[in-house]
């Protein structure tokens, strides 16, 4: 019988064809290619997700599937590379996610490219179609090697898209940097990969079938054999002798260095840096990269290796820290950012570092939740954001904004919805999914885990900036008096825009009721579908990948036990402070001609526009100190290296030239030569043989 | 008889251009030169070798012995054949040239059948250095190929050609003297009375020396490793001995800096392989670390100093030092996936680094200049150049499905599975190199192909010709198939590569196979 699991390879596939559509129709009969791509771009992607609905439908019955595709490198004799697939609960529901956000991407992009009459149309929409491959061919991944080909690939999407106006100074630019800070995580990532496969020979998520292991799985075994049961993979034990460091410890390394990939992609801090720049691209990449792709594949990526995560409790710190860490860093930033897009931009550092905080303090659930609910109503804020830069007629200053409510009802309500998302008011999307990461940190941080508690602590302050930073925006762009002559007389927006919008909109107001955990609590109803649909039975090939199974090896090996804390009160609580956030934002700026304020920060002030001169330091990092080394090697390669060389061919060359003199044709000269080399030699003899 | 035919067919097409009046030469060689393109393929289509060519266990293609002269007790005989490790070097030599002679029909327009000729001659005696088993025969063509190699640089090269073409030869050629001398001992100290490589490898495995020069036989075999490494090491070449290498291709015109980078020196890799790792593998292993030391000092310091540079060509000169060193760290790793690595990364980067110099090429055939400070912005002049150059950029910086990814990502598992002192660190730092090519390959573009358009030149940016655009466009597709299906060669390689790592079982982290 032919199922969905027979077409989920076209899933990623689909949009491929669409990319080498625009590229090669694009290129040699420009004028086949319907707007410039944007239809095979639209259909292929509907085609997705219409695939990926089909798929998410057959997960929801019950059935996974684990598939490999295709064997890169047969290893003779060693281990094998391949491709494959794999449908679980949570790829299943991140295909959806990334499929649906892509469709709207292109339909959006009709409004905000073909209709502002862009060049270079079927180049943008090849670049979309590999983007959407790359991230649906990730998400499908079923092992690291793999997962890891496709998140590089992601990365050279991003490139392309974000220095999309190449003619410019700045997009090319911000484009590189994207690339290079990410790429400076992907290195740490890539010795993970490899380190994982030297130490494990596999790199697969979950082992299905005979004869096949998995590294979680693996890991797993080998660190209860260090702790006394079972025994160790006997592979995974030469390794640790080769290197001489007991199981946890190179565990916990190979953690962290995968880890580095997952900051640079997802933004975390210090690599954050490249994502404010990286919105040169076009506002609807900006939307797809924050929302459904590349940001969204670091965080994915500790999702799905959650099993090997889940062992490694000094990691699992880490990643709590530093995701409440830049939950709250890049909150303050985006308190005194100017453009509608720059603060969005830290909005979705603030926000990922949110759901590495829910990974890192157990919370599994919450953060794949927030992962989901964050991917409609950040694409929502994103595309929003691009409906008032065609009305603005690409202006971003929210200072020359002002009133549009009245003049764009639809963006205005559906930013609104979005914006309440994020703030996490209730009952928007955001407020569930955030309110539930703070929750898992704070039970298993006062079940004796210090560290997480002061993650959480972190995390529940971001929530009252993420308040303020999100409606000060709002009032700035929306309500008030028009502050310029633009806002008075904004460019209409189409259905291409709207239709987008209002399918997002609806969508950041409604998702978060899928896993109300305090209304659960408080009425005893059974409503918790995300938490039943990550569930896995035990029976399943695929148990190994359910909550069940992470729940439980948090418990066996990362030692984390939840405190008794009902729900009631802390979300109480991180919904009073987003609403103390959004109150002051709306005493600030909620008049008609609103002034700065920044000016009261005092110096806090210079050192959040420039960012805590996290980008100095980096750009200093570049310019000050690798550059000058490397014209320093260079000059030392040049003078000393090659010196010698030179040096060598002229000592050859002098000496050549003085020896010729010898031969200058005297014969009573080489006779007295002779006569010389005569004795020299019969003294040398002498003096050797003893002869005097 | 095939690989004669082979050999034969190019250097008779080598006569024929060379007698080609100057306006057809350049055509007529193209035509030429798939003869052994085809050739070359078709064997590759017949290929039925299994095994290491220097072990006795090992199944030549193509092979063929015949005696030739005597000197002294030495039989010198023609014995070629083919095997897993030689068989995608040809295939490579072949394919390259072609596409190289198509990117010299812009550039050269001055005594045009010469050039040619030598660009065959120069295939020719590749041909002969990746088939030749006996090591006269092999030495001869090795030997061989600097001459063409002279030539193209003395006479159609830039500026300082003269000093760079007389740097290259006589740099390699002393090499070539030490390697010279330190085999030729090695092979008098052992009771074998012929230059046939597979002889002389089974000699050393049996261990039976008839003199070592009062040196001990473990002293001699170090000393004659290390005087065959420097030799073959200036080829590579590894750091400190690469100086030679920026100036002869900044000098030679393109078609020469992709053969150089392409081919001549795989020539450097391919020997230590066959030489040093697989005659003398105790020596290799005994001494890991220092040779990873240099392995990582090329990567590291090759990319720094790519970094320095203003000229694109010097730019990608420099890169090969650093990518050359990611080949030597595969053949120290001496498991699987290092040595078969460090041969599929010696075809990728052939491809790859090729297609950096035609692309540079094209852009100096159209602006005549190469100074990342002339040029801004030409991609909007010359979107197909540009593309491609993008696309090799992002080959070079290793990205997954193009040729590079796979070499270099086998390199790192062989040395991250290796089991000399501190190979995982090494190999880590090694890694850092993608880091940095990223780097200096990302400020290039930004700065030649994007942003406001201007040019500091008299000449005008118009697109490529079209055979310039269609050379560059068929090798990017190479590299991606080669990245796709690596496959394509990485099997016959692992198969040539699996005696060598039996012959040393010390050496690899794994005790099982298949997949773990």
């Known amino acids: 019988m032919v199922g969905a699991f027979d077409f989920t390879p076209a899933i990623p596939l689909l949009p491929f064809a669409a990319f080498l559509v625009a590229m090669l129709v694009g290129h040699f009969a420009p004028r086949l290619l319907p707007k410039g791509g944007a239809i095979p771009g639209i259909l292929a992607t509907a085609g997705s997700l219409l695939l990926s609905i089909w798929t998410f439908l057959t997960v929801s019955g019950g059935s996974y599937h684990a598939q490999d595709i295709y064997t890169w490198v047969v290893g003779q004799n060693t281990f094998s590379l391949h491709f494959g697939i794999l449908v679980d609960p949570l790829s299943a529901m991140m295909l959806v996610i990334v499929s649906l956000v892509a469709v709207l ?119 209860a054999a260090a702790g006394g049961e079972g025994t160790m993979p006997e592979h995974v034990a030469h390794f640790l002798d080769v290197i001489g460091m007991n199981a946890e410890t190179w ?3 190979l953690g962290l260095l995968v880890l580095g990939g997952v900051v640079g992609k997802s933004a975390q801090f210090p690599l954050h840096t490249w994502l404010p720049d990286a919105m040169e691209g076009p506002t609807p990449v900006s939307a797809l990269i924050h929302a459904a792709t590349m940001v969204a594949a670091g965080v994915y990526l500790v999702a799905r290796m959650y099993g090997f995560y889940a062992l490694l409790p000094t990691v699992l710190a880490i990643i709590a820290l530093v995701g409440g860490f ?60 691009g409906s008032v830069i065609i009305a603005m007629h690409h202006n971003e200053d929210m200072w020359d904004m002002g009133g549009l409510r009245e003049k764009m009802p639809v963006t205005y309500y559906t930013f609104l919805s979005g914006s309440l998302a994020l703030a996490g008011i209730v009952p928007f999307s955001g407020f569930w999914s955030k309110d539930e990461i703070l929750y898992e940190a704070l039970i298993y941080g006062a079940g004796d885990s210090p560290i997480l508690l002061a993650a959480y602590a972190m995390g529940l302050l971001a929530v009252f900036f993420t308040g303020f930073y999100t409606f000060r925006m709002v009032f700035l762009t929306f309500h008030g008096e028009p502050r310029s002559d633009t806002a008075r007389d904004p460019h209409g927006v189409r259905w291409n825009v709207k239709l987008p919008l209002v399918v997002l909109g609806i969508l950041a107001a409604t998702v978060g009721l899928v896993n109300m955990t305090p209304v659960a609590e408080l009425t005893g109803l059974h409503i918790e579908y995300l938490h039943q649909w990550l569930v896995i039975p035990e029976a399943s090939d695929f148990a190994a990948l359910g909550y069940d199974n992470y729940h439980h090896l948090l418990e066996q090996f990362a030692g984390y036990h939840a405190a008794d804390i009902g729900p009631l009160a802390p979300g109480a609580v991180s919904l009073a402070l987003a609403l103390g956030g959004a109150g002051l934002a709306w005493v600030l700026y909620n008049v008609d001609s609103p002034t700065e304020h920044t000016e009261k920060l005092g110096g806090v002030k210079t050192v959040l526009y420039n960012n805590y001169y996290q980008d100095e330091y980096q750009v200093w990092l570049a310019q000050g100190v690798t550059l000058p080394l490397a014209r320093a090697a260079d000059t030392f390669d040049q003078g000393i290296v090659d010196g010698v060389v030179n040096g060598v061919s002229s000592v050859s060359l002098f000496a050549g030239s003085r020896v010729k003199r010898i031969q200058d044709g005297l014969v009573t000269h080489y006779a007295a030569l002779l006569t010389l080399g005569l004795v020299v030699l019969l003294v040398a003899f002498g003096l050797l043989e003893g002869w005097f | 008889m095939l690989i004669e035919a082979l050999i034969a067919v190019t250097l008779v097409s080598a006569f024929v251009v060379m007698l080609a009046p100057d306006e057809v030469a350049g055509k007529l ?132 050609r003269k000093y760079a073409a ?44 008839q003199t070592t020069y009062g040196l001990g036989a473990e002293t001699l075999k170090v000393v004659a490793f290390f005087a065959m490494f420097l030799g073959f090491a200036v080829k590579v070449p590894l750091v400190p001995m690469h100086t030679w290498l920026p100036d002869a291709h900044v000098q030679a015109p393109t078609p020469a800096s992709v053969m150089l980078a392409g081919v001549l020196l795989k020539m450097g890799t391919y020997a230590l392989l066959r030489f040093n790792f697989t005659m003398l593998p105790g020596v290799a292993r005994d001494y890991a670390v220092l040779i990873a030391i240099f392995a990582v000092v090329s990567v590291i310091y090759g990319a720094m100093l790519a970094l320095a540079q203003q000229d694109l060509k010097r730019i990608v000169a420099y890169s090969s030092v650093s990518s050359m060193g990611y080949v030597i760290l595969g053949l120290v790793a001496y498991n699987v996936y290092g040595l078969g690595g460090a041969t599929f990364q010696m075809v990728a980067h052939g491809l790859i680094s090729g297609l950096m110099f035609m692309c540079v090429g094209v852009i100096y055939n159209v602006a005549h200049t190469r100074m990342v400070g002339d040029l801004s912005g030409i991609a909007d002049k010359m979107p197909v150049t540009a593309a491609v150059f993008v696309a090799a950029a992002f080959g070079y910086m290793g990205l997954p499905l193009m040729a590079g990814f796979a070499g270099e990502l086998f390199i790192f598992l062989g040395g991250f599975s290796a089991t000399f002192p501190y190979a995982q660190l090494f190999t880590a730092l090694a890694m850092f190199g993608i880091v940095v090519v990223a780097g200096y390959l990302l400020f290039a573009m930004q700065r030649v192909l994007f942003g406001p358009f201007s040019a500091d030149t008299d000449y005008d940016i118009v697109p490529a010709a079209p055979h310039d655009a269609a050379a560059i466009v068929v090798l990017v597709l190479l590299v991606v198939v080669l990245g796709t299906v690596p496959e394509v060669f990485y099997g016959m390689i692992q198969d040539a590569v699996n005696p060598m790592v039996d012959s040393l079982p010390e050496a690899t982290a794994f005790l099982t196979g298949g997949e773990l």
């Open chain 1, 105 to 223: 991407v292109h339909v959006f992009s009709l409004g905000y490219m073909n209709d502002e009459g862009e060049t270079g149309l079927p180049r943008y929409y090849a670049g979309l179609g590999l983007f959407t491959f790359s991230m649906l061919a990730f998400v499908v991944a079923d092992n690291l090697l793999m997962a890891f080909m496709f998140f590089e690939l992601v990365g050279l999407c991003s490139y392309l898209l974000i220095g999309f106006h190449f003619r410019e100074p700045g997009p090319p630019s911000a484009a590189k940097k994207a690339f290079l800070v990410t790429r400076f995580g992907d290195y740490f990532f890539l010795i993970g990969v490899v380190g994982i496969l030297a130490t494990f020979g596999t790199a697969r998520f979950v082992a299905v079938g005979d004869g096949v292991h998995s590294f979680p799985h693996l890991a797993e075994q080998a660190l």
């Open chain 1, 326 to 385: 830049t939950a709250l860093f890049a909150a303050s930033m985006g308190v005194v950012k100017d453009e509608l897009k720059q603060v969005l931009a830290y909005s979705t550092i603030s926000q990922y570092g949110y759901m590495m905080l829910g990974l890192g303090t157990g919370g599994y659930i919450a953060a794949t939740f927030h992962l989901m609910t964050h991917a409609f109503f950040k694409a929502l804020l994103f595309l929003g954001a």
């Open chain 2, 29 to 160: 060689a193209f035509a030429l030169s798939l003869l052994p393109v085809a050739g070359s393929l078709w064997m590759f289509g017949q290929f039925d070798a299994s095994g290491n060519a220097l072990f006795e266990s090992g199944n030549l293609a193509f092979e063929t012995t015949a005696r030739w002269i005597s000197v002294g007790p030495y039989a010198l005989n023609w014995h070629v054949g083919l095997d897993g490790i030689s068989m995608p070097l040809v295939v490579l030599s072949t394919l390259l040239t072609s596409l190289a002679i198509v990117s010299a029909w812009t550039p050269i327009q001055e005594r045009q059948s010469q050039f040619y000729s030598l660009m065959l001659f120069m295939l020719a005696s590749l041909l002969g250095v990746f088939t030749a088993l006996d090591f006269f025969v092999w030495f001869v063509f090795w030997e061989f190929v600097l001459v063409p190699m002279y030539f193209l640089i003395g006479i159609w090269g830039g500026p300082r």
């Open chain 1, 251 to 253: 565990f916990a390394i």
């Open chain 2, 166 to 209: 007389i740097k290259f030869f006589v740099y390699t050629n002393v090499a070539s003297l030490v390697m010279f001398i330190g085999f030729v001992a090695l092979v008098f100290a052992l009771p074998v009375q012929t230059m046939d490589l597979p002889a002389i490898a089974a000699a050393l495995d049996a261990g039976n020396f």
